[in-house]
Each structure stands twice: as C-alpha cells, then as structure tokens.
T-cell receptor
Framework: DARVTQTPRHKVTEMGQEVTMRCQPI?????VFWYRQTMMQGLELLAY????????DSGMPKDRFSAEMPDATLATLKIQPSEPRDSAVYFCASALGTSNEKLFFGSGTQLSVL | AQSVAQPEDQVNVAEGNPLTVKCTYS??????LFWYVQYPNRGLQFLLKYITGDNLVKGSYGFEAEFNKSQTSFHLKKPSALVSDSALYFC????????????FGAGTRLFVKA
C-alpha cells in the first residue's frame, strides 16, 4: 500500500539544538501538509505546499521554524533552535491535487525537547 | 476563516448501542467536510467525506455522517458501536473554493464499553 513515510519516528533533543523532520509523500501527491499535535492545542496546521510551493505557513512560528520541499519526494520541517514547548507529535500528510481529496497521514515524529 | 468545533472531549457508549460524535463548522462559503480516526501511536485515517449531494454520507467501518447546512453540522454516527471503535475522532473542514487549507477540530475520544 502507498503510504506517507516520516523520519525519525522519535526524536529526543536538548533545548537549543536543531531538529530536522523528514517526510516522503505518496508518489504522485502534489499537496503536502505539516501538522503539530499536542494535548492542549489539538491538531494545528503549520504549513502546506502545492507543487512544492508554500501556499500557507501562517501557523508556523517563523523565527524558529522552516518548511521546505527540496523535491517532489521530500518535505522537511526544521526547528532551530528548539525549545521545550516544541515537544509534540509532528504529522505530515499528502493529498492528490484536487481540492476535495482526502489527506493521507504519516505515522508522525514524536519530538521531545528537554 | 475556517473553524471546527467538537463540543465533546469524550463520548462513552456501550457496545451495541448507537453512537454520535458531534461536529459543527464555520466557513465563508460551502464546505468540504471530513472525518478521520486516530488509533494510539498512529497517524489519522480517513473515514468519510461530504463534497456535495446527498446529505447522508457513508464511510468505512459502518460509519456515516449527516450534513446539515442550516445547523452547520456534520455529526458522525454508527448504528451499533464496537469495542474496537474506541479511538480519537477528528472532524475537518475545507472551503470548496479550490483551496487546500484543512482545519481540524480538537478531537473527541470515543470509549465503547463491552
């Protein structure tokens, strides 16, 4: 079955360190989303891309977060420097190009910043 | 701006009884509406969607949802709950203006007791 692949599954780091999370969308999907899930805030949309171009990153703290798609098979989310409040599960999702399509989610990256 | 409200943090139901998980939404125009389910340590999985047409939408695992435009609601239902339905359920909305921004509700935890 085609699936969205996220790496790493778990990441423990110390405050101030750089964190990079990677996502491989399903082949042929041209819309990619990054979400953050916490108990307090639920599922927050951080950013999303269409055809590798960022369409909306208004949910992302710009001073420390950055999201890119170097090519159609890779999306990255970086945090530099990381802070304890960034601890969360980060999900990547992808979808086909028409706007009524469902999202396919990866298994997430569990990030703990100490 | 889009928004989704899931008024119940938790729903408890006995196995074999019908279940309802509530969702209301707000969008500028007409919506695309989705339900997803999340099992522990997993990404979200698609259950069903409303695009247009029949207000009663049928989805995976015996779930269905009813779109009510006047009440701006999209409640998830199942005639007979199973213990294995216990999970976290998310409602999501997207404006049907050709965009892709998808906003999720806070989630409702469903407990089905044997």
């Amino acid at each position: 079955d085609a699936r969205v692949t996220q790496t790493p599954r778990h990441k423990v780091t110390e405050m101030g360190q750089e964190v990079t999370m990677r996502c491989q969308p399903i082949l042929g999907h041209n819309t990619v989303f990054w979400y953050r899930q916490t108990m307090m805030q639920g599922l927050e949309l951080l950013a999303y891309f269409r055809n590798r171009a960022p369409l909306d990153d208004s949910g992302m703290p710009k001073d420390r977060f950055s999201a890119e798609m170097p090519d159609a098979t890779l999306a990255t989310l970086k945090i530099q420097p990381s802070e304890p409040r960034d601890s969360a599960v980060y999900f990547c999702a992808s979808a086909l190009g028409t706007s009524n399509e469902k999202l396919f989610f990866g298994s997430g990256t569990q990030l703990s910043v100490l | 701006a889009q928004s989704v409200a899931q008024p119940e943090d938790q729903v408890n139901v006995a196995e074999g009884n019908p279940l309802t998980v509530k969702c209301t939404y707000s969008v500028s125009g007409n919506p695309y509406l989705f339900w997803y389910v999340q099992y522990p340590n997993r990404g979200l999985q698609f259950l069903l969607k409303y695009i247009t047409g029949d207000n009663l939408v049928k989805g995976s695992y015996g779930f269905e949802a009813e779109f009510n435009k006047s009440q701006t609601s999209f409640h998830l239902k199942k005639p007979s709950a199973l213990v294995s339905d216990s999970a976290l359920y998310f409602c999501a909305v997207r404006e049907n203006t050709g965009g892709f921004k998808t906003i999720f509700g806070a989630g409702t935890r469903l407990f089905v007791k044997a």
